[in-house]
C-alpha cells in the first residue's frame, strides 16, 4: 500500500494543444484521467505541481486540472527547472506520481532524473500520451529499468486508498467512477 503523505502530483505538458497531439492514448481519457487524479490530490491532500511547455499564447493547460500557477519551464525535463525542483523539494514529499504528454519527453526525462535524485516515480499511463506506441513502450521501459513504476490511474488510487467505507475511502471510489466518463 502506497501511502498517500510521501506522494505528490506532477502534471506535466496538459496542454490543450499538447494533448491534442498524443497518438496512443485519447485526448479525452487523458483529460479524464488527469481530472480524477486532481479529485484525488484534494480529497488526499496530496500536493502538486503543473509544469508547462513554452508555447505561443501562453501555457493553456486542460481545464481538467486542479488550478494552479504552471511553472513554465525552457526546455524538455521538468527537473532542469529550478523553481519546480524547489517547489518539489519543499513539499518533502518521497514519491511522484507524474503524468504527462508526451510519454519518450518530458515524462521520461523527468522520471529519470528524479529517480537519480533519489525520488521513488510511479507513470501514470492513462493520464499520459506519447507519439507511437513504440516510442512510448521504449519510454517505460527505460522507466522501469531505472527503477520506476508505470501504471494505471485506478491501480495508483487503489494502493492509496483501501477502505472505500469511510468518507475519504467513498469520494475516492466516486473520483474512480470519473475514469468511466461518468
Do not use: K
Amino acid at each position: 500500500m502506497l501511502d498517500h503523505r510521501t506522494v505528490q502530483l506532477v502534471f506535466a505538458d496538459l496542454q490543450d494543444s499538447i494533448v491534442a497531439l498524443s497518438r496512443t492514448n485519447d485526448p479525452g481519457t487523458i483529460r479524464r484521467s488527469a481530472g480524477v487524479l486532481g479529485r484525488l490530490a484534494r480529497t488526499l491532500d496530496i500536493p502538486f505541481t503543473v509544469s508547462a511547455a513554452p508555447r505561443p499564447g501562453g501555457p493553456g493547460v486542460i481545464a481538467e486540472l486542479p488550478a494552479a500557477t504552471p511553472f513554465v519551464r525552457s526546455g524538455p525535463c521538468c527537473w532542469d527547472d529550478a523553481p519546480w525542483r524547489r517547489e518539489i523539494a519543499a513539499n518533502a514529499r518521497t514519491t511522484l506520481a507524474l503524468c504527462g504528454v508526451t510519454s519518450e519527453i518530458v515524462v521520461l526525462h523527468t522520471a529519470l532524473d528524479a529517480l537519480a535524485d533519489g525520488y521513488a516515480v510511479t507513470v501514470l499511463v492513462d493520464a499520459s500520451g506519447g507519439m507511437s506506441e513504440r516510442t512510448e513502450n521504449a519510454a517505460f521501459d527505460r522507466i522501469r529499468t531505472a527503477g520506476g513504476t508505470v501504471t494505471s490511474v485506478a491501480s495508483f488510487a487503489t494502493d492509496l486508498v483501501r477502505d472505500f467505507t469511510d468518507p475519504t475511502g467513498r469520494e475516492a471510489l466516486t473520483a474512480l467512477h470519473g475514469l468511466l466518463g461518468q
